[in-house]
């Protein structure tokens, strides 16, 4: 039974991504086995047998509809036709399109970012006039895409809101700043590279925002230690949690 509330229709139309089949699934590669990497023959659970793929990229389906679902042509499929209408270079541009949970981004590659932005800002018929934030995720297991940059846009003009997603490896952890067309998007990167490591190209001064400038590693990468290191305090050194002494 469907309901009329928008957040509950966007709810019950969540997963949009096509479904595969299970000799599809099976092909994909295996990204662990066990529950929670266990690998003793301690476990109780029921799950040491679990196996866990890794997820296909694929691009959501037409309709797109819009963030209360996608019954029919919407919201999205505006945006994604006028995007490609004004922009030559989409399909080139555009890895895939993904709707999830009323929302919608475009997968870009790195080299057309800017650009794609700057339409996105500037065609009348989109305007989206205002980056809200720019956030990083780390994929480790996503060979050759580790690092994502995600950018959030807004149109006051038409009530909308899209993502930007571009991708890079470890090995090169490039993608173009977008402060030159979207100028608040500067502390945001800065955050971004200090958290994540992702170095802006253009960015007009890419320091630490939150670290110490000597700081070494990216505190919220996956690969970065969870124990903890030594943090000096008015002229003391505070020993990580996993080495403070017990009182237990």
Known sequence: MSSEHPEQRAEQSADQLPAHAEEERREQPIVRKGMFGAKTTGDTSGYGGLVVRQ?????APRPYGGPGGAAEAGEFDEIADELERAYPGFGDAIERVVVHRGELTFHVKREHLREVARTMRDEPSLRFELCSGVSGVHYPKDEGAELHSVVHLLSITHNRRVRLEASCPDA???VPSLVPVYPTADWHERETYDFFGIVYDGHPALTRIEMPDDWVGHPQRKDYPLGGIPVEYRGAEI?????????V
């Open 172 to 174: 090169d952890p490039h």
């Open 239 to 247: 020993p990580p949690p996993d080495e403070r002494r017990s009182y």
């Open 55 to 59: 997820s296909p990229k694929v691009s």
